[in-house]
């Protein structure tokens, strides 16, 4: 592998001397460490130096730019830089030789992180879990590598991106919806469904159903198709599928805590539970789950085509592996990876996160981006933050803006939306918040009006 390598790098340091097209391929997609041969790393980078400035790159500047860094020595001399462009005729092959250099540089990396892990475990004085970690995240680290992406982009590739996403959202538009259905129909209006690759919270107070609306969210989804995977940090998947359950069924929720069904309700939940088991849902309840093992898990998942919504409830009882920080910088650090993860998903991530008390004490009850908990980073990294919020929990009979009556009465407040719009949603929920759906003002009401 090694006599290869070395003559693939000859071959695209070659090309980088006599073609200004190559260099700028090869400079987007390969990185000085990614040369076997340390010779070649130092000649790399000299033709980086060269390109960063807007200096020509040639046989010639290149040996300059070395002697005055003083790395020529370490290439071979002059004579070896000469003798590199004359190793190729053309650039003709040069996205090839890139790709073939980015494996060899993954198999190697590969080979040194599994030694170093297999060391690590043969130590009996190491957790055994923390080296199952690291191990999880030194591969995850690797499949972030295996393609070197290319963030910049010319005007072009920018239009034809952007006329090819126009494009995606009219084959895919029904009524307007161009994302994954949210279930409620103010909010598809709205947002136009959940967006591929984007970051949403939705926040509120313990109490307040956070819980109860992601689930809602997730039952909608996977209803229209979308594979969902939904981890949970304070329920176990046996307490989700009673929501579920609870959620599709006609029994009521307090006797089935207590076990006084009717055999009709037993009936009933069995039916129900069958019918949601074909459901396209993935629940993981691992306690303490840290975002590194969240990350590989839901690569791994969407690698299998079973992901297309992902949800994490909540986000301040998600860990980090590192040490010696305050929470303030751990959700942050968090909130950061969940948005990087989205991106590279490619799907949406829901995210529940909690307000802090200050809300409580705000003119109406009503949250603000300013309440939300622990971490201004949330409101920085959200594509769309949705605040909930229930006006009966602060003594409302009534809803200032719309007047609807607060029984039974959701707000959901699109608070940020760096797409497009801001504003609120309102749904209906049960007493036992098992039930979410689109919110209907009571007959009453409506004939008080007429």
């Given at each position: 592998m090694e006599n290869s390598a070395s003559e693939i790098e000859e071959a695209v340091l070659g090309a980088c001397l006599l073609e200004r097209g190559a260099q700028d391929t090869v400079l987007k997609r390969l990185r000085p460490e990614m040369f076997y041969v340390s010779a070649h790393q130092a000649v790399f980078r000299a033709v980086a130096a060269l390109y960063g400035r807007g200096e020509g790159v040639d046989m010639l500047t290149v040996t300059e730019e070395m002697r005055r860094s003083g790395t020529l020595d370490e290439a071979g001399g002059a004579y070896r830089v000469a003798m590199l462009a004359g190793r190729v005729a053309s650039a003709a092959h040069i996205e090839y030789h890139c790709l073939i250099l980015q494996q060899y540089y993954l198999r190697r990396r590969l080979v040194q992180v599994l030694s170093e892990q297999l060391k690590a475990a043969g130590d009996m004085t190491n957790d055994v879990y923390d080296v199952v970690i690291a191990v999880q995240r030194e591969i995850a680290a690797l499949l972030d590598d295996s393609e070197v992406e290319d963030h910049l982009h010319d005007m072009p590739e920018v239009m034809d991106r952007t006329v090819r996403e126009v494009e995606r959202r009219q084959a895919l538009s029904v009524g307007g919806l161009t994302g994954v259905p949210t279930g409620l129909?103010?909010?598809?209006?709205?947002?136009?469904?959940?967006?591929?690759?984007?970051?949403?919270?939705?926040?509120?107070?313990?109490?307040?159903?956070?819980?109860?609306?992601?689930?809602?969210?997730?039952?909608?989804?996977?209803?229209?198709?979308?594979?969902?995977?939904?981890?949970?940090?304070?329920?176990?998947?046996?307490?989700?599928?009673?929501?579920?359950?609870?959620?599709?069924?006609?029994?009521?929720?307090?006797?089935?805590?207590?076990?006084?069904?009717?055999?009709?309700?037993?009936?009933?939940?069995?039916?129900?539970?069958?019918?949601?088991?074909?459901?396209?849902i993935h629940v993981d309840d691992t306690p303490y789950i840290n975002i590194d093992q969240l990350c590989i898990i839901a690569k791994g998942l969407q690698a299998k085509g079973r992901l297309g919504l992902l949800f994490v409830d909540y986000l301040q009882l998600l860990e980090t592996v590192s040490k010696g920080r305050t929470r303030e910088q751990e959700v942050a650090e968090c909130s950061r990876r969940l948005k990087g993860l989205a991106r590279s998903l490619g799907c949406p991530v829901i995210v529940s996160s909690q307000l802090n008390r200050q809300v409580e004490g705000q003119r109406y009850g009503i949250p603000e981006l300013r309440n939300l908990r622990e971490s201004g980073a949330i409101e920085q990294d959200a594509d769309m933050v949705v605040m909930l919020y229930r006006p009966e929990r602060c003594g409302f009979h009534t809803e200032k803006d719309s007047g609807y009556p607060t029984e039974g009465l959701g707000v959901a407040i699109v608070a940020k939306h760096r797409n497009g719009s801001t504003g609120k949603v309102y749904y209906g929920y049960n007493p036992s918040m098992t039930r979410i759906g689109e919110y209907e003002p009571p007959a009453g009401w409506i004939k008080k009006l007429l």
């Open positions: 129909a103010e909010l598809d209006a709205l947002t136009g469904g959940w967006q591929p690759g984007n970051l949403i919270f939705t926040a509120a107070r313990p109490g307040d159903g956070k819980t109860a609306i992601d689930l809602f969210f997730a039952r909608k989804a996977a209803m229209a198709g979308v594979p969902v995977a939904f981890f949970t940090l304070e329920m176990t998947a046996a307490e989700v599928g009673e929501r579920f359950v609870l959620a599709e069924s006609r029994a009521d929720p307090l006797r089935m805590k207590r076990g006084q069904l009717t055999d009709e309700e037993l009936d009933d939940v069995r039916r129900t539970a069958e019918r949601m088991s074909a459901l396209p």
